[in-house]
């Protein structure tokens, strides 16, 4: 059987984006899908560039903000670049899980590639929040040791310009987002499917991405392993690690990248080094916190999907990658 992306290919343009969410397992899927032959996936994951406006990124002023910033790539021509080697019959991919999340990055979108595939990665709202903020924590920047306290933090922390990936509760906020993308784009161009999907049973949903892609469904089968980041507990070597880390990376933007990216290994393995393998698992009263703020939300999302969800209101959620795995 012969496989084609037909004749809607963009010379350097992206035929299909992986737009969300952030900690829903589109490094995975991005990583999968390039090793596909009929795939060219762009070098740079997250160019960012349909966040940017073809201006330089906004001024964002949370921890390592102003550093990961200089990653960004908003020149077109240097976006156009990151596909300049695709074949003729590749299908040219780029991910970036911020954009189902930006209404103007979904504007853009629409209007600029109207043929475009747009996939879409889901994952319990308040799992997906809680591994957003330990990301963040284990990597120093997030200065609230308590999950909730982050979250309650969020509001004052965007009206203070800090960056997208700091909106652990709206990031988390689907059905909005997709109410606004399906306006824009057509169903049929967008494919959307759980996280779990992808840890638990990973041959038949790349299977499902590769036939909404029209490529070859038996050329990748499996997701690289996950590679997620120690448990960093309370005390005081996390409190100084943190606090050098958090000033490393604001040093970091008068510098090339990839300079504090190199010196602040060290300081990363010396924080990993305490604490147990594996974070702890959310409360029951922790979820509840924050179960109502989704709801809604919840509701919009079964609407648009047809699909149930109701596993998401449950006082205990799913875990981490490995939780998963091993359960």
Known sequence: MTYSIGTQARQHRPDALIVGAPKAGTTALHAALSRHPQIYASTVKESKFYLCGEAPPPAFCGPGDAHSQQEWIWRRNDYEKLFADASNGQVRLESCPFYLYSADARRRISEELPDVKLIAVIRDPIDRAYSNWMHLWVDGLEPEADFLTACDAETKRIAAGWAPFWHYRQ???????????????????????????????????????????????????????????????????????????????????????????????????ARRLSGPQHRPELSIEQRQALLGEFDDDITLLEKITGEDFSDWRSATGRGSYQQRVDS
């Open 171 to 269: 990031l988390g906020r689907y059905g909005e987002q997709l109410e606004d993308l399906t306006r824009r784009s057509d169903r049929e161009r967008i494919l959307v499917f759980r996280y779990r999907d992808l840890v638990s049973t990973p041959a038949p949903t790349l299977a499902r991405v590769a036939d909404f892609l029209r490529i070859d469904p038996s050329a990748v089968t499996s997701t690289p392993a996950d590679n997620s980041r120690r448990f960093v507990g309370r005390g005081p070597k996390t409190w100084i690690t943190g606090r050098a880390l958090t000033a490393g990376a604001w040093l970091g933007q008068y510098a090339p990248p990839q300079v504090w990216r190199h010196a602040s290994r060290p300081l990363l393995a």
